[in-house]
């Protein structure tokens, strides 16, 4: 009997081992690449709008301080940061006739106001046409750390994570980069290799070290793989430009950068920071840049100048600008 009850237990073991080893090769089998290949995978129709800016370019559209953009890709439609004020990329993406009632995801990539502030006005608004609408939230761990000031809590975050997850949304916090969908990589918390300091906050953040300078150590953006090279997405650029195209170029080494999308964070820059990014962005052969947000004016021309593109290939953004791959940048007449 004893025997018997000992073939039983092995025979136990050996099952689950074996249901173990089974379920990858069963997950593959049913069409869910490893990581690597779906970081790899191209993405062959790409366009991105841009919903929240300082500058309209057009007829259409509201300016303010502040950026969104909207990702449509291989069927798949997710919004990149919600803008500064409560109402500016719910009418702006009325007037420019886009429906974002079906977008589930959105991206934030840092804590600022100015990224953050539509959040709950869209949720609330698109749910009540779908109640998946902007249900899931990408963030990077740090996003939700306390930033004391003297007039209070100074991270809006923390009372909109409350708000949110109270409508059924859901925080997806990441400590490392992270495939969103076959060719999309998000970055999660970049190194800061080279010494950038591409922010103006000059406040603490507590992070689990104590209380430390605020570097917004959360700020991530978005990698795409297309045909063409990477297209890269940034809400303020505030890990820098350079870090962030290094970074990224970690994970696609031979990959040229064929676009850079968003705010750059570079109207305080001297000249001698702008000819640094400037050259720098030369080597990882960009070749496209939609300027939008804090990248600022006069920073986006010398950047241009620089690298001896065309007014087509780098563009001031304004709200309704698009990107679109094979194409390139679309703008209203008041940034061509």
């Not at 970690?250 to 305080?268: C, I, N, R, W, Y």
Request: hydrophobic share 45%; aromatic share 6%; net charge neutral.
């Amino acid at each position: 009997m004893r025997k018997i009850r000992i073939a039983v237990a092995i025979g136990a073991i050996l099952l689950a081992l074996s249901l173990l080893m089974i379920t990858p090769r069963h997950a593959a089998a049913q069409g869910a690449p490893a990581p690597g290949q779906a970081a790899h995978a191209q993405i062959k129709n790409l366009k991105v709008t841009v919903l929240s800016t300082m500058l309209v370019g057009d007829r259409v559209g509201l300016g303010e301080w502040g950026f969104s953009a909207l990702l449509e890709a291989d069927g798949h439609r997710i919004l990149i940061d919600t803008g500064g004020h409560p109402d500016t990329v719910l009418q702006n993406a009325r007037d420019l006739k886009i429906d974002l009632s079906n977008v589930t995801e959105v991206i934030l990539t840092h804590n600022h106001w100015d990224h953050v502030r539509g959040l709950m006005t869209l949720r609330k608004e698109m749910m009540k046409k779908n109640p998946a609408a902007l249900s899931v939230a990408h963030v990077a761990r740090g996003i939700f750390y306390s930033r004391p000031s003297a007039h209070g809590e100074d991270n809006d975050m923390i009372a909109i994570r409350k708000e949110y997850e109270a409508t059924g949304g859901k925080f997806v916090e990441h400590d490392g980069p992270a495939v969103i969908f076959p060719g999309a990589w998000l970055t999660g918390p970049i190194p800061r290799k080279y010494p950038e300091r591409n922010w103006s906050v000059s406040g603490k953040v507590l992070t689990p070290q104590g209380l430390v300078e605020d570097t917004i150590p959360e700020d991530q953006s978005l990698v795409l793989n297309t045909a063409e090279g990477m297209v890269v997405i940034t809400g303020c650029g505030h890990a820098g430009i350079v870090n962030i195209l290094t970074f990224a170029r970690g994970e696609f080494p031979d990959e040229p950068v064929h676009a850079v999308l968003g705010g750059l964070h570079l109207f305080p820059a001297s000249d001698e920071q702008l000819n640094w990014t400037a050259d720098m962005l030369k080597e990882f052969k960009m070749t496209n840049l939609l300027a939008a947000h804090c990248t600022g004016m006069e920073a986006t021309y010398r950047i241009r100048q620089r690298l001896g593109l065309s007014r087509k290939a780098v563009v001031v953004g304004t709200v309704g600008s698009t990107f679109i791959l094979g194409e390139g940048i679309h703008t209203g007449p008041l940034a061509q």
